[in-house]
């Protein structure tokens, strides 16, 4: 009888390290012409991002956005007469799968990534890219991407800092609310907004009424939502990706918190607003470099071509990563499809006039310091006048 | 002391579908003596098929809770079929069977709807009732009330009915059951059924609670499991229990511990199955191995 039982946590346990296997397995690769190196043939791009799991709807809006921009550029006869060539390999969302991409991503001769979207896969891989010498522009804002200190590391948008930082002055100083209630998650994403919206709000002299901290995966959020509603605050700030915000609005709305809701990009997407259910968005407010597709005559472009892509409207996500897409594009042109330390060098040199703004990279690898404010009214993200 | 109540009922809300879910891990295991490492997986699938048919093809929720029901009862019968070959022969390999076969159901998820998953807006739009400031949704009170019903009947199944005695009679003695003419097979495909069912029971409830995506299977069947193995694996109260005390258990440590909830829970989790290795229920645990 022992021997059963003890030759079924034998067993069990097998189970468990082979679906751990198993799932690590799960080859993230989609295209396998490897071998080609940089001397002739396409030029080798690899996209990382999440493409199943929780957060796939953001690898999704990175696929399509930097798909366009290849589709632009090897239309009018790609880099210096050689087409390029993107493959798509999929993290799961999860550091540990993006490890194993970014080893496979360097033995397979690939001289530069886009992606990924979040921001804890993308620090796993750096110390991976950076030895191996592969320049990667990623969506991801935390301000832990900056502290990694890679030279090889770009991002193709404004950290949390800038994000909050735009958010904490028009709260505080043009709204006048100090009342301000934090739930955030722990993961890379959410404590990278934490830390810099409560430095933002110290520099100003506030101090959050309630700071509460959830975990990525949770699911219920009444003990949160209960501690700050018993504080009354006149705002909620919410650091947490898509999906994880929506269900934290969908449940504060129906434990009658009433007040709005503040936050940065995963605010102002559609998952979000599905998530939580229209109604109860109403007035969230949202930091963002690209508030809409109507800002200037680019972003109406791109919005066009996206459209016309895709049947679907053009969002913040798709337009970085075609920034960062057009970024990695321009320098390799610029350096000749350089490789390397010396196409590092050339996209750091990169002045980009992109959807978001104006890039010009720092030493850090941002190259853009600068959000817009804009409030959900009737459903849609629209800009405050200033 | 509101934070206190608004937690536990939080709690007890996910608790009912951890429940659902546990009581699917529980009967497959009493009849087989199978841990179904799909269940998870079919968990999801009828969370999908639910909100296909309750926003595609736009049938009345509870209509469409029916139909996902029965066509994943039928995903049940398909996973048992494949798997009887082995059954009373090579336990070890079944496992692995489930397991691969919850990697086909995410992988075949992935192909027809898609990785991106989809949120699924409450059948019941009305506002949330307010019991002295505590604030009770009145979706919570539907899940709670059909997930009761479902136990009842489950219950009523197994000791009233020639089928159900049946099945308890596999369950404590195999071979004995085949002796006196009872179809081990015809009872372990009904375990599978019932528990795919419940699977799509909690699937399709939690739905407009969560969001449903290809992935969702992962933390609902580990929280199930747990809620199974906390009540006596194999025991039909302690699966009601154990799901529930899950729930609640991952809402206050939520409030506690926030950031490191998770490991919290499961720290206490390990703790009580230390203290009580057959869980609380568990002197009615059934062991075929």
Redesign the interface.
């Known amino acids: 009888m022992s021997l059963f039982a003890r030759r079924r946590v034998a067993v069990l346990s097998l189970v468990a390290v082979t679906t751990l296997a198993l799932a690590a397995c799960k080859a993230p690769g989609s295209n396998d012409n490897s071998s080609s190196t940089n001397k002739g043939g396409p030029i080798k791009i690899a996209l990382v991002d999440a493409q199943s799991g929780q957060l796939s709807s953001l690898g999704a809006w990175e696929l399509k956005g930097a798909k366009l921009a290849v589709t632009e550029w090897n239309k009018t006869g790609g880099i210096n007469g050689r087409q390029i060539q993107l493959d798509v390999f999929d993290d799961q969302g999860d550091p540990t799968v993006g490890t194993t991409v970014a080893r496979k991503i360097a033995a397979e001769g690939y001289i530069a990534m886009i992606g990924t979207a979040e921001s804890a896969v993308t620090i796993a891989m750096a110390p991976t890219l950076q030895q191996a010498g592969i320049p990667n522009i990623t969506s991801g804002q935390s301000p832990g991407l900056v502290a990694v200190k890679s030279p090889f590391l770009f991002l193709n948008g404004p950290t949390s800092t800038t994000y909050d930082e735009t958010l904490a002055k028009y709260i505080v100083e043009t709204k006048g609310i100090r009342s301000i209630a934090l739930i955030t998650n722990n993961g890379s994403f959410g404590k990278g907004e934490h830390d810099a919206f409560t430095k933002a709000l110290s520099t100003r002299g506030v101090t959050p009424v309630a700071d509460q901290i959830v975990t990525t995966d949770q699911k219920d959020f009444s003990a949160a939502l209960t501690t700050i509603r018993q504080k009354n605050p006149q705002l909620i700030f919410l650091g947490a990706e898509e999906v994880e915000s929506g269900l934290i609005v969908k449940q504060a709305r129906s434990l009658g918190i009433t007040v709005p809701f503040a936050g940065a990009a995963p605010q102002g997407t559609p998952v979000f607003a599905d998530t939580a259910g229209v109604a109860n968005i109403e007035g969230t407010i949202v930091s963002s470099p690209y508030l809409s597709n109507d800002v200037n005559d680019a972003t109406k472009k791109f919005a066009a071509a996206y459209k016309a892509a895709y049947g679907e409207e053009a969002e913040l996500h798709g337009a970085k990563a075609y920034d960062g897409a057009q970024i990695v594009f321009t320098a390799l042109k610029n350096s000749n499809v350089a490789t390397g330390k010396a196409l590092a060098d050339a996209i750091r040199a990169t002045k980009h006039k992109g959807l978001l703004g104006d890039f010009a990279f720092d030493d850090t690898g941002v190259g853009i310091f600068a959000t817009s404010i804009g409030t959900i009214t009737n459903g849609k993200l629209v800009a405050v006048s200033s | 002391m509101?934070?206190f109540f608004?937690?536990f009922?939080?709690?007890v809300?996910?608790g009912a579908i951890y429940a659902l879910v546990a009581l699917g891990f529980s009967l497959v295991y009493r009849t087989m003596g199978l841990?179904n490492?799909a269940h998870g997986n079919v968990v999801m699938i009828g969370a999908y098929l639910a909100s296909t048919f309750y926003l595609s093809v736009r049938l009345p929720f509870a209509l469409a809770m029916v139909v996902a029901i029965v066509v994943t009862g039928i995903v049940g019968v398909i996973i048992e079929r494949v798997l009887r070959p082995l059954e009373n022969k090579d336990?070890?390999l079944m496992?692995?069977g489930t397991?691969g076969f919850g990697?086909v159901l995410e992988a075949l998820a992935?192909i027809i709807w898609g990785?991106?998953?989809?949120?699924v807006?409450?059948p019941v739009p009305a506002a949330?009732l307010?019991i002295v400031g505590i604030?009770v949704?009145t979706y919570d009170l539907m899940v709670l009330a059909i997930a009761a019903a479902a136990t009842i009947l489950l219950v009523l199944f197994l000791q009233r009915t020639k089928r159900g005695a049946a099945m308890q009679a596999v369950a404590m003695d195999h071979e004995a059951a085949t002796a006196v003419g009872i179809h081990v097979g015809r009872s372990n495909a009904i375990a599978f059924v019932i528990g795919a069912a419940l699977a799509a029971l909690a699937g399709g409830l939690v739905g407009p609670?969560?969001?449903v995506?290809?992935?969702?299977g992962g933390?609902l069947g580990i929280k199930g499991f747990a809620g199974a193995i906390l009540g006596g694996f194999g025991s039909i109260p302690g699966a009601i229990v154990g799901g529930v005390a899950i729930?609640v258990l991952?809402?206050?440590t939520?409030?506690?511990f926030?950031?490191y909830?998770?490991l919290v829970t499961f720290l206490v989790f390990t703790v009580i199955i230390m203290v009580r290795p057959t869980g609380l229920f568990g002197e009615r645990t059934v062991?075929r191995?």
């Open positions: 509101q934070v608004q937690t009922i939080g709690g809300s996910l841990v490492f336990f070890d496992l692995i397991i990697i992935i990785a991106t998953g989809r949120a807006p409450s949330p307010s604030r949704r609670l969560l969001y995506s290809p992935s969702m933390s729930g991952d809402s206050f939520a409030g506690h926030q950031g909830s998770e062991n191995a």
